[in-house]
């Protein structure tokens, strides 16, 4: 039988962490809301998991709750990566892709280092699209259960391959040929617990820009039909401009990569709302890893910087055309922690860093469905909160740059501090 004074401990100790945990007062130099407000000396006051107001500092703080100082810093909205990849280990030896075999549960173990990474790159919301044997399921249960530290995900489950494709058989997806079959895997992606559908329209991965379309234009207007029916939502990957213009046609939610489409596509996707994300910098990064760390075949590299080329001419378009666009790093292996450098090409393409921020922001959060609970600083929305040393509006780089990202809060709770590391260096 536990004794009185045993009792007693656990009372104190659960009415305390309790007391603590609850409200807590964040001080900004500077917060940008993410719904285009900008405060000087800001107060949010956090509840639990969410924001309850935002003021300028002479509003009266709450005397219960832990005030955090963080005026050196900027505050904005937690970021949201839209493509990512985040079971894709690598263990700093092997070459990526032809790691050992492991089992699902050692890769959604191992993968907790890219969700570290994540986060200290200012991401507490990644859209992940394709992973193998439930295991981003796995891990978005336990990070919202809390049981796992990591950004809030929405998962894919398994892509929608097709046989039909030039490129060599990959390991991660469902094979689905024709109509019948589409709207099967699609089911079947959403019945295993996705909250998105990813179909792969094209070929193009990795070192490979082919570009030759897979599924045709009456199998992705299935899926697209199949995956609405079940009130989900569907990215079409496509790198080149047929199975892109195809895949707009079809309804996609958001289309992925995507090179060289014309006008009417452009216009298309500006008309429909489908959301561009363009991943840019992702062939950057496999440029800069290509001998060292992916070993490609030589020429690779010459075709990457041609895509990227296009890619980026291509978004820039879109931009110019109206289109909602929205950051996605198609983070892998060491990409994890660049995942904001998409940031700097939109700049680069004529964004102002405000218009920028909202790619990383409102558009991703909209395009989730979840523009009430993310994507701003504001009351009600989750308290998904990112100090950065500068300022984002005159420098994106305050963002796009990790070094910069100084504090995190997920949901209400401190997951990155190196605010203390700032203290000592000045
Ligand atoms: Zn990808």
Do not use: C
Not at 324 to 341: E, F, I, K, T
């Amino acid at each position: 039988m536990p004794s009185a004074r045993v009792l007693l401990v656990f009372l104190v100790l659960a009415t305390s962490s309790t007391a603590v945990a609850a409200t807590k007062a964040l001080k900004f130099g500077k917060l940008i809301d993410g719904t285009g407000r900008v405060f000087t000396n800001a107060v949010v006051i956090v509840e639990d998991d969410r924001v309850q107001s935002v003021a300028n500092g002479n509003e009266p703080i709450p005397g219960n709750a832990e005030v955090i100082d963080l005026s050196p810093y900027t505050g904005i909205p937690g970021l949201i990566d839209a493509h990512t990849h985040i079971t894709y280990y690598w263990d700093g030896h092997t070459t990526p892709r032809s790691e050992p075999p492991r089992h699902p549960a050692v890769t959604v173990f191992l993968a907790q280092e890219n969700a570290q990474k994540a986060l200290e790159a200012g991401v507490t919301t990644i859209r992940n699209l394709n992973a193998a044997d439930g295991t981003d399921v796995a891990m978005r249960d336990l990070i919202n259960m809390g049981r796992i530290i990591g950004p809030r995900m929405f998962v894919s489950g398994l892509g929608i391959r097709i046989t039909r494709s030039t490129a060599p058989p990959t390991p991660i997806g469902i094979m689905a040929d024709g109509v019948d079959a589409v709207i099967h895997a699609a089911r079947q992606v959403i019945g295993s617990g996705a909250d998105w559908v990813k179909m792969f329209g094209s070929t193009g991965g990795f070192d490979d820009v082919s570009e030759f379309q897979t599924f045709t234009f009456d199998e992705m207007k299935a899926a697209v039909e199949a995956t609405h029916a079940l009130g989900k939502k569907i990215a079409i990957h496509s790198y080149g401009p047929a199975g892109a213009r195809d895949a707009v046609r079809a309804g996609a939610d958001s289309l992925e990569h995507a090179t060289d489409m014309d006008d009417q596509t452009i216009a298309e996707m500006a008309r429909r709302n489908t959301y561009y994300v363009p991943t840019i910098d992702h062939n950057q990064y496999y440029v800069e890893n290509a001998d060292s760390v992916f070993h490609f075949p030589p020429g690779a590299k010459d075709r990457l910087l041609d895509y990227i080329r296009r890619n980026f001419e291509t978004a820039k378009k879109a931009f110019q055309g109206g289109v909602h666009m929205v950051v996605g790093s198609d983070a892998v292996y060491n990409g994890w922690g660049l995942n904001m450098r998409e940031l700097d090409w939109f700049v680069k393409m004529g964004m102002t860093p405000a218009q920028a921020l909202k790619t990383a922001t409102a558009e991703p959060a909209a395009m989730l469905g979840m523009e009430k609970s993310l994507g701003a600083v504001a009351p009600g929305f989750y308290a998904d909160i990112v100090a950065v040393g500068g300022d984002p509006l005159a420098d994106i780089t305050a963002v796009s740059k990790t070094e910069n990202i100084r504090w995190v809060m997920r949901a209400g709770r401190v997951v990155v501090d190196k605010t203390k590391r700032t203290e000592r260096a000045n």
